[in-house]
């Protein structure tokens, strides 16, 4: 109890961690609110096929992943994360705006692409920002992802009440209703933004790493397995989030409340899990931690070929928080380790596996749900998530990555 009740009273005496708290629970707010009816809203009120559809979230993807690298390099090395950030949750304002006026398909890429892509920054800096508040608060690294998921803990909040609100104002205001709805809750993220967080050059360390390229780290075999791994259980991911709801609507012949009632469940779970695998991880045995959370994932889509009903979703979630507590959250300070002179590169490369998984899973989407139906997109996203466990299984010690140092990266695990 003490171990757990320490890092909380550290957190909620400093005001730059509660500012992370706040900030965390909007950005989950605002995500919760649009994702679990992406795909409703594409293929239904859009009229999208669900082919098209995966085409248009390809390219909002597509355009995310070029511009957040664009902008992670910048705050790494030319701007504050605050300038970036402020960037971020305007882009975040406007396009959730648009998007709830607009319904020509042509538009509503050009503006994912472009606008919503500058907002998807926004994640990746707010922990870049988490990872340097908390090594000037001088905790000791070991207790890092500790940390860490606890401020992934409040986006999981979030997500625990974010789909039934989300779901009841699209209910009761439409689409439109809904979307606006998300960009109010950028706007109070903006003015949090504004009033609580500094701007602060970029380190020194930094500056220097930064004249490496990239490449470099990418070269590296252990970082190369996971980078694909991540990618690979990502593709699943998106395939499972888009096809849940309409597995639930259409295969299983659910209601609207019901697909909200789904994404409810897993969230409350998420709560002690992250906690619970935040402490495992700050014992060091951070891939075997991920390399759990993966396995999870095969059986969670596996079961789910396998219901006849909406009710038996519903605890299947629970291992769905299990998977969401690894992979959205000690996978974060995962990656940080691998490269810790560049937080925001860092956590923008493990968004980025989000963002070309998510792109390869919005292209089999359309597909398999198109031809072989949505019990088939599960089966594809078991296979998926078990080739990323066999990546993961065969570089089982990843080891830090320094950019620009002649001597090598440094030998000693940061995983078990």
């Known amino acids: 109890m003490q171990r757990i009740l320490a890092p909380c009273r550290i957190i909620l005496r400093q005001r730059d961690f509660r500012v992370l708290l706040v900030c965390n629970l909007l950005l989950g707010l605002a995500f919760s609110f649009v994702g679990p009816f992406f795909s409703m809203f594409g293929t239904i009120e859009v009229g999208m096929s669900p082919l098209l559809f995966g085409v248009f979230m390809m390219t909002n993807s597509l355009g995310a992943v070029a511009l957040s690298t664009a902008l992670a390099h910048w705050s790494d090395t030319r701007c504050s994360r605050r300038a970036i950030l402020i960037l971020g949750s305007l882009c975040g304002v406007a396009g959730y705006t648009a998007f709830a006026f607009l319904r020509d398909p042509l538009w509503l890429t050009v503006i994912g692409a472009t606008v919503l892509g500058i907002s998807s920054i926004t994640f990746s800096q707010l922990f870049a920002h988490a990872r340097e508040v908390i090594r000037r608060a001088d905790v000791p690294q070991e207790d890092t992802p ?24 699209m209910v009761r205001y439409s689409y439109r209703g809904m979307f606006l709805a998300a960009a109010g809750v950028y706007l109070v993220f903006l003015l949090a933004v504004l009033r609580y967080i500094p701007a602060l050059p970029p380190a020194p360390a930094a500056q220097a790493a930064a004249r ?45 409340q019901q697909v909200g009632i789904a994404y409810c469940v897993a969230p409350v779970f998420e709560l002690p899990f992250m906690f619970f695998f935040g402490m495992l991880a700050s014992k060091g045995d951070q891939a075997r931690i991920i390399r759990t959370g993966v396995t999870l994932a095969v059986v969670y889509y ?28 000690v996978a974060i300070t995962f990656f940080q380790s691998y490269l810790p002179d560049l937080p925001g590169t860092a956590t923008n490369l493990y968004s980025n596996a989000s963002r070309i998984g998510s792109t390869i899973g919005y292209l089999l989407f359309g597909t ?49």
């Open 146 to 169: 500790l940390y860490m998921n606890v401020f992934r803990m409040f986006i999981a909040l979030a997500w625990t009440i974010g789909p039934a609100i989300g779901a009841w104002i």
């Open 212 to 256: 490496i390229p990239l490449r470099q780290a990418l070269a590296r075999a252990d970082l190369l397995a996971y980078f694909a791994g991540f990618t690979l259980v990502y593709a699943a991911a998106t395939m499972g989030m888009m096809n849940l709801p309409l597995l639930i609507l259409k295969t299983l012949g659910g209601s609207e």
């Open 302 to 329: 596996a079961l789910l070929t396998l219901v006849g009903a909406p009710w038996q979703v519903y605890p299947l979630q629970i291992l769905s928080a299990a998977i969401t507590a690894v992979t959205m959250g």
């Open 368 to 416: 398999l749900a198109t031809g072989f139906g949505h019990r088939t997109v599960f089966h594809v996203c078991a296979a998926l998530s078990l080739i990323a466990l066999v990546l993961m299984y065969a570089y089982r010690h990843p080891s830090v990555v320094r950019l620009g140092d002649k001597r090598g990266p440094d030998s000693s695990p940061i995983a078990g």
